[in-house]
């Protein structure tokens, strides 16, 4: 009343003495008129400081007094009296420790003037009297229990403390309160009421009949007002209090009761509660990141007041007024404050905030849960503790939890426990739980798989759940693909941890394969990998890894496959100039100086870091810009999904299908694309497929030049050799082949111990290639010497390709336990590594001051050549696509799983971002548009195979086409020609024509 300068209150005469007795700070000379049994009242307020002001207000008292104390010249002993100081005496009630559940432990040393006003207003809050009884349900080591002892004291009610043995019995415990001793006020943490479960809370605590006349929650989040509702019974009066605050200003801050009307809705209500009004003398806060106080938005709460201060630690002395940070996060709107959840409890999880007790909440409202309780298990794992009601299958929850959540906020375990562990203050005992699952984990692993012949069934039980095709009574066949059944990166990591979980141990490699492979290929890699020294059957993709073992012992070690050659290579006689594209804007010079000085048609981009020091020396002179295409075609395509067309200022673009190639099964990896200096017109694409084809195909054409059967699917993109004789790709069975370019006849096969799915990389001084593999080793190969010069072990999968810069001369690989490396090229030595915590499927990219990798965890990393993070860029989901620079390498182009394409520059600020219409998991590729000289543009694929052109620097769509398939392979633009595969078989060469161009 005082806050609001209230002048007139009328009153019942018969809480008159109640009214008068609860504002000691009216003036005797109140005017009162009574009349019908009301009595008005005229007030006049005492001239004491009161904390209860608005900000504003408040503010303008202290300058004012401030102002007057100056003018008066304040003595020195006024100027002390602005301080709480510990050596005074009488100034402390009691001291205590904090327990650190929700921050550091600290000694917290209470003063009487910070609790008293506590005490007060909680007296004349819940109108106690002599009549009522309340529960000391706070050990005296947690400052509420002072509140409610002395509430009861002060006002000469009764206070029941019952011992330790009975509160941990739920039921025993409601006996004893509500039955035995008629408990009327209970102060109480969430979990502790949550302990009793739903159906006695329902039938007793908050029954039509019980004893309860208060109930006020506090030191929790509040529970969500759905689930609440659920707990009271039909009839049920007790008045319900939200009560908030931190052991720093002992003890409560807020209260707010809630409404009956919102306790009777029958409308759901998901959001939090406010945290209400302040207690008699504390201010309330709320501040940005800044520190400056908020009347809208999201900020921090900070509590304090002129006398509601208590001396942390060593302090001696504080100044009166003193605000403490609370470590809570608010919103506040329409001037109501909002609880969000503590600092501690904000997380970062696949790229995207998460606040976990959100999951707690969510979780909280299934009906077949009792209570539960969400923790992150050494910041990597979200675990569920759930007590349930009934019998539960896993899988059930997940599939509800899956309707309620985002992907991000699904737990990566669910654990059923009998009931929640607390600390003796009625939290949550986070360290309990954490162990309870270390147990759990023991024990799953004791209780793995003691034969094989479970393992399918098995697998396929937990693909139905976790794709919640549960109560699908069929098998899966056994060609499904996770991503293809409504999987995704992050229910794949849900289905390796269950996986591991049933077999005990870990699968290396095994992340990967859900991935990319069908369940069939899965179940025989968990077969080969955990049951490796029985007699496995074998599926078509291991059975030319097993032939490994026929081979002689020279092969098997690892060293390098000798065959001779039908044509021995003279190094310095032949060799073959040309330009290479690949996917990323990667373009690979080979002794073209000349030639490159006099080309008309090469793309807007190119990696100078890929260009032989002998050709850059020769090109120094050369302007950028003569390497920038200014084709007679146009080189902007464009194909509208419903129309078929789309209008771009007064010039229609369309895409039309050059050419297809049918494979014979699935094309994952992206082409090569080789265009001799002699003659342009004699370009080649190179590409494999699932059906263990390579092909070599005419550009232009699209008639096959040579096709060539390989041991096993091929998703790696070839590479060109250093003379331009030979392309280099892996192979699911463990080789990396060296073909003749101009023939596909097999030069040489290097053997590695697993599948080859990285991309090799040429070192244009050495000649030596670079590759990775399945078998967690590098290798780095003298395809001329048919020799392994080096292998580095990286402790891994490595399925992404590597990347090579000339200055300084570093070769980067990445794994998929996400570990970057840097090699020295010529030695294999590590210079440097740097682990980014989850797995690397995309390709780090070089640029001349920076390298760049995406990561599953959703962030795009930037480090310095010597290994130093310079910045992260997050998005909301994995981040699959390797990076791709811009010409002039300003920007960086990148898509993510959230079905965004992103666009940044060098210091990681986003200049862009496109929505596509599902995940983006192929590499762009920016190219120069001939017809606008000054427009470079982008393509990118999305897995619904559509196809994105855009205006690089803005991000606009300028055409959009839609293939036949789903598509995981990496574009490449040349001249007017995009080339792609497609998982519908087929690659595909689409000519970018203009509207005149037919």
Known sequence: ??????????????????????????????????????????????????????????????KEKTKNSLSSGSSSEEKSEEYMDVRLKHCLAYVLHTSGTTGTPKIVRVPHACIVPNIQHFRVLFEITEEDVLFLASPLTFDPSVVE?????????????????VKVLPSKLAAVLFSDHRVTVLQATPTLLRRFGSQLIKSTILSASTSLRVLALGGEAFPSLTVFRSWRGEGNKTKIFNIYGITEVSSWATFYRIPETILNSTLKCELPLQLGFPLLGTVIEVRDSNGFTIQEGNGQVFLGGRNRVCFLDDEMTVPLGTMRATGDFVTVKDGEIFFLGRKDNQIKRHGKRLNIELVQQVAERLQQVESCAVTWHNQEKLILFMVSKEDLVKDYIFKELQKYLPSYAIPDELVMIDTLPFTPHGKIDVSELNKIYIDYINLKSHSKLSEKEELWDKLQHLWKSILSLSEDPLKVPEESLFLNSGGDSLKSVRLLNEIENLVGRSVPGLLEIILSNSILEIYHHILQTVFSDEDLPLSKSYATKRKLNDINQEETSGKSLRRKSDMPLNYDNEINACIALSRGNQILSLHTARFLTKLEHCPSAHSSNLISQTDIQNMKNTNLSTLIAKSEELSCIAKDSEEKKLTIGAEKLELRVRWRSDTGKCVDASPLVIIPA????????????????????????GKVKWEQILGDRIESSACISNCGNFVIVGCYDGFVYVLKSNSGEKYWMFATQDAVKSSATMDPITGLLYIGSHDQHAYALDIYKKTCVWNLKCGATIFSSPCLTLNPHHLYFATLKGLLLAVNPATGNRIWKYSCGKPLFSSPQCCLQYICIGCVDGNLLCFTHFGEKVWQFSTSGPIFSSPCTSALQQEIFFGSHDCFIYCCNMKGHLQWKFEATSRVYATPFAFHSYNHSNKILLAAASTDGKLWILESKSGQLQSVYELPGEVFSSPVVWESMLIIGCRNNYVYCLDLLGGNQK
């Open 149 to 165: 002892i002395f509430v009861a004291l002060s006002s000469g009610a009764s206070l029941l403390i019952v011992p330790t043995s």
């Open 678 to 701: 002699s003659d342009k017109s004699s370009a080649t694409v190179y590409i494999g497929s699932h059906s263990h084809r390579m092909k070599a195909i005419d550009l232009y054409s």
């Open 1 to 62: 009343m005082k806050k609001c300068n209230l002048k007139y209150i009328l009153v019942e005469k018969r809480l008159v003495d109640k009214f008068t007795s609860s504002h000691e700070t009216l003036n005797d000379d109140t005017f009162m008129v009574e009349h019908n049994g009301l009595i008005l009242f005229r007030l006049n307020w005492k001239n004491v400081q009161v904390n209860l002001m608005p900000n504003d207000r408040r503010e303008k008292y202290e």
